[in-house]
C-alpha cells in the first residue's frame, strides 16, 4: 500500500486538514481519511494538495502549429481561414511526427497540472487519402506518446465524412480525415481490443487508456452515419464517451437552420440518445430552450476558453448553463495555451467581460472562485473522460497536484488562497511542484523527467513539418 500525508487537501466536499491518502498497486485511491495522524514515514505533501484536472478536448497534432497562424492573411480572418492553415499543417504529418508532438505536448500537459487526455484524433490516413499499412498508425502514434508521457489518455477516433450539412463531397484538404462508419467501427474494434490486452497483461494502472467515438460535426457525418456508429459503438462498449464539436461558429448555426431548419443543438437533443455519456465541445451558441435541454440531457459542455478566444468562436454563457444544473469541464483543443489554472482563469474573466461583474464562477456551495471552478472541471472533466478521476475520493486514481508552497504567488497563503493565487496571479510561471497519476509522481519540482528529450524531439518534428512549407 502507498501513502502520502497532505496537511491542506481539496476534496470533493472542499478544503480540508490533515487528509491521508492511501492508495493500492493499481494506482487506485482507497483511503482519503481528514483530520487523520501522519503514520511513521509516510511522506508529507510540501504544498496543498489538489485533484488534479482531465483536459477533455485536445488536437494533439495542432500544438506544432500554435502560434504560427498568427498573421492577416486576407481582409477578414476567422475560424474559416485558420481552418485552410491547419489543413495545410495537417496533410504533411505521419506517425513519427504526430508521436513526437503528442509527447512533447502530453509532457507539457503533465507540468501543466493535467492527468487525462481526451485526444480527438482524426488525422488517420496517408496524405493522398489511403490509409496506412496498419490502419490505426496515426491512433497507435498518439497512445504510444501517451505512455511515454505517462498521462492518461481517452483515445476518441474521429468519424469524418462530409464537408458540410447534408453530406456535401470533401474536400482536398480533408481527404486524410474520413472514413466510412464500418472502417471506424473496425478501428474502434482493433483499437478496444489492443487497450484491453494491455490490462490484462499489467496490473500497473489498467485505468489510463479508454476508447469513445468522436462524430466530429453535425456537418461532417450524415444523420445515418451518426445513428450506425453509435449503434456499433453501444455494441461494443455501451458506456463509451461520446464527443462531437457543436455550435461552435454561428455559420455552423446557420447553415444547419438552412439544411434541417432546426440549430445543432436543437437537432441533435431530437435525433440522437444524448445523455451522460455525451459531451457536447464548445456549445458556444445556443438559445434558451437548447441550454435547458442539453443540461437536462446530463451531458457534459467541453469549455476551451483559449483556443475559443484564439479563433474567435465567442462566449459561452456559462452562468446560465450552470443556473440549468449543466455539468463542464475544460480542454486546451488546438493548444494555443497549454494550462490547466490559466483555461479557468480565461473562462471566469470572459464571464467577467461580457456580465460586467466579479466573481462569477463562485457557487452556492463555494464562495471561493477558484475552489469552486476546480471541483467543477474535475467532476466533468471525469464524466467526459469515462475515467474514474473525480477527485480526492476512494475508488477514483489517485491523480492529484501538489502547489508549490514556495512560489512568490502563493508563499504565506492559506490553501484556499494558494489555489486562487494559482489560477489568478501566478503570472503564466505556474506554481505547480509535483503532478502525480495512478499514484506515481510524473513531475518533481515542476519539471517532466522527459522534458529535454521530448522538447528535443518536437522541435525536430515541427521543423521538419515547416520545411518548404
Not at 70 to 90: H, I, K, N
Not at 122 to 143: E, I
Not at 397 to 402: E, S, W
Amino acid at each position: 500500500m502507498n501513502a502520502l500525508f497532505a496537511p491542506h487537501a481539496l476534496l470533493p466536499s472542499g478544503w480540508a486538514r490533515d487528509v491521508l491518502l492511501r492508495w493500492d498497486a493499481t494506482g487506485a485511491l482507497v483511503e482519503v481519511s481528514a483530520g487523520a495522524a501522519c503514520p511513521p514515514g509516510t511522506p508529507r505533501a510540501a504544498g496543498p494538495l489538489v485533484p488534479a484536472l482531465p483536459n477533455l478536448h485536445s488536437h494533439a497534432f495542432q500544438r506544432g502549429f500554435a502560434g504560427l497562424t498568427e498573421f492577416r492573411g486576407q481582409a477578414q480572418d476567422s475560424f474559416w481561414s485558420w481552418r485552410e492553415l491547419m489543413y495545410r499543417f495537417a496533410g504533411r504529418l505521419t506517425p513519427e511526427s504526430l508521436e513526437q508532438i503528442a509527447t512533447g505536448l502530453y509532457v507539457e500537459m503533465l507540468e501543466a497540472g493535467y492527468t487525462q487526455v481526451c485526444e480527438f484524433q482524426y488525422v488517420h490516413h496517408q496524405p493522398d487519402g489511403r490509409p496506412y499499412a496498419h490502419d490505426a498508425a496515426m491512433c497507435q502514434a498518439v497512445l504510444r506518446a501517451a505512455r511515454t508521457a505517462g498521462i492518461g489518455i481517452t483515445l476518441l477516433p474521429v468519424l469524418y465524412q462530409a464537408s458540410g450539412f447534408g453530406g456535401q463531397a470533401p474536400s482536398q484538404g480533408q481527404r486524410r480525415f474520413i472514413r466510412s462508419t464500418a472502417s471506424m467501427l473496425s478501428l474502434l474494434e482493433q483499437t478496444l481490443a489492443e487497450i484491453s490486452r494491455r490490462k490484462a497483461d499489467s496490473t500497473q494502472n489498467p485505468s489510463l487508456e479508454r476508447l469513445g467515438l468522436a462524430p466530429h460535426s453535425l456537418r461532417a457525418v450524415t444523420p445515418q452515419a451518426l445513428a450506425e456508429a453509435l449503434a456499433g459503438l453501444h455494441a461494443l462498449d455501451a458506456s463509451a464517451p461520446v464527443h462531437i464539436h457543436i455550435a461552435e461558429q454561428t455559420k455552423e448555426v446557420d447553415d444547419c437552420l438552412a439544411w434541417s431548419g432546426q440549430r445543432p443543438v436543437e437537432w441533435l437533443l431530437d435525433h440522437a440518445p444524448v445523455d451522460a455519456r455525451w459531451c457536447l465541445v464548445h456549445a458556444t451558441h445556443m438559445s434558451e430552450a437548447e441550454y435547458a435541454r442539453a443540461a437536462a440531457s446530463g451531458a457534459v459542455a467541453g469549455l476551451c476558453p483559449s483556443t475559443e478566444a484564439n479563433l474567435g468562436d465567442g462566449v459561452f454563457d456559462f452562468v446560465r448553463w450552470r443556473c440549468h444544473g449543466g455539468r463542464w469541464g475544460i480542454g486546451s483543443d488546438s493548444h494555443a495555451t497549454v494550462d490547466a489554472a490559466e483555461e479557468l482563469l480565461l473562462l471566469e474573466y470572459g464571464q467577467r467581460l461580457t456580465r460586467r461583474q466579479r466573481n462569477v464562477g463562485a457557487s452556492a456551495e463555494q464562495s471561493d472562485v477558484a475552489t469552486a471552478l476546480w471541483l467543477q472541471a474535475v467532476a466533468g472533466g471525469a464524466q467526459a473522460a469515462g475515467a474514474p478521476i473525480a477527485g480526492l475520493a476512494a475508488g477514483q486514481r489517485a491523480d492529484f497536484v501538489v502547489l508549490d508552497a514556495a512560489h512568490p504567488a502563493l508563499a504565506g497563503l492559506p490553501p484556499e488562497q494558494s489555489l486562487a493565487a494559482h489560477v489568478f496571479a501566478s503570472s503564466r510561471s505556474r506554481a505547480i511542484d509535483q503532478v502525480w497519476v495512478a499514484g506515481r509522481c510524473v513531475v518533481q519540482a515542476g519539471r517532466h523527467a522527459a522534458r529535454d528529450d521530448a522538447r528535443a524531439s518536437f522541435a525536430q518534428a515541427r521543423a521538419g513539418l515547416l520545411a518548404d512549407a
